[in-house]
């Protein structure tokens, strides 16, 4: 078993250099197949869902050359198959937008329901909706979600809530249906503009993407291309938040300031001073954490993946925070463990009551999902003593050289394996 260790209390100080975004790469790298020729990703995460994603296009028959660290080429040509099967899906949640580009690509698919966090239900009606608009069959027979279509044809199809999933997946399959298909009341996610973006390089016709309406004209072939994911949002707004937490001083590169604006606004409320820069924020804090109201919305609003990480922050912060969770009916299951480390927080249904404390004491604590595991380390720097995280595999699955960056930065933190037969004997 892995986990990490942090001696908390060390103001981060230095310099942070953010690495591309999880959530455009899990996009950018399935449309791959749309090319059916050799496509170069450059400023790619290095995190395990992108493993995963790449093994899966390797398992398909594409061939897959890590260039450098950051970037890789996938050549789509050949197929065998327009299968994702459960081994290979079950791990993450993007592994279904094989299903729109796979659709795309062969006019089939079958992919398996996707795993990825659990925060209550996590329907897929709205992908489906979009692709019967379009012409698919979809059918769910033992676990794999099967569609197809003869031809599809481009529709106007008005989504019932805003999902950044169902956008991409049905966005994908769209790019070469005949005709023009408007989607309305469409996420407008940093990652839905730069999937666009992508599909536009290789020769899509999509227009207004980041607005509520996207307008794609089909095309009848798109070409291999070489293309720069943009950096990740929510790195950076952890980054941020974990600096504002511990009353740093850093100054985080390789950011889109603009993507940061809800998390900024936030942050001087709260009592932090920032700086923008053209591709770089500095974050301060000398006085304390002031209490501050926060709603998660899609975005421009303030992203619910950025809700575990500045709740932990306010359990600092004196008097009364109010948390309400807009996006998912059950994203506060992370609290309990906040709660072992001293936090005082109630929680309602989507709204979480953080009364500030004078201090967080370390504790063992077990990651419950991504962000989830982003807020105990945050945590776990701000905490008197010691904090040991367990089942990382969370955090890896979405942050980059945690453990480095962090160090970096001055924090107290290892990566620590403890031997299977250590962990047995604790049972
Ligand atoms: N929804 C439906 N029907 C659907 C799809 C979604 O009712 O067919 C509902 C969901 O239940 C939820 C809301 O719509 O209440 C929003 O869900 P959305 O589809 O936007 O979420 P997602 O695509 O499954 C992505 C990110 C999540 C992030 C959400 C919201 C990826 C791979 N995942 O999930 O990111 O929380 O958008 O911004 O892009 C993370 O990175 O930690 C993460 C969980």
Redesign the pocket.
Known sequence: MEKFVIEGGTKLKGEVTISGA??AA??IIPATILAKGRCVIENIPNISDVTILLRILREMGCTVNLIDRTTVEIDTTYIHEPVVPYEMARHM??SYYFLGSLLGRCNEASVSMPG??HF?????????KGFEALGASVSIDYGMINAKWDTPIGAHIYF???????T?NVMLSAVKAKGLTVLENV?K?P?IVDLANFLNSMGADIRGAGTDVIKIRGVDMLRGTTYSIIPDQ?EAGTYMVATAATGGDVLIKNVIPKHLESITDKLEKAGAEITEYDDAIRVVRRQPLIKTNVKTL?HPGF???MQPQITVMLCLAKGTSIITEG???NRFKYVDELRRMGANIQVDGRVAVVEGVDQLTGAPVKAT???AGAALLIGGLMADGMTEIEDIYHIER?YENVVEKLQSLGANIQKVVVPDEVVAKAL
């Open positions: 999880k959530n899990v996009a949640r993007a990825g966090c209550g239900v996590r329907p897929i009606d709205q992908h489906i019932d809530v805003v999902s950044v999933g169902a991409i996420a996610e990652h929510i899609p992203p619910t993946d996006v998912w009916d999902d991504l962000r979405g």
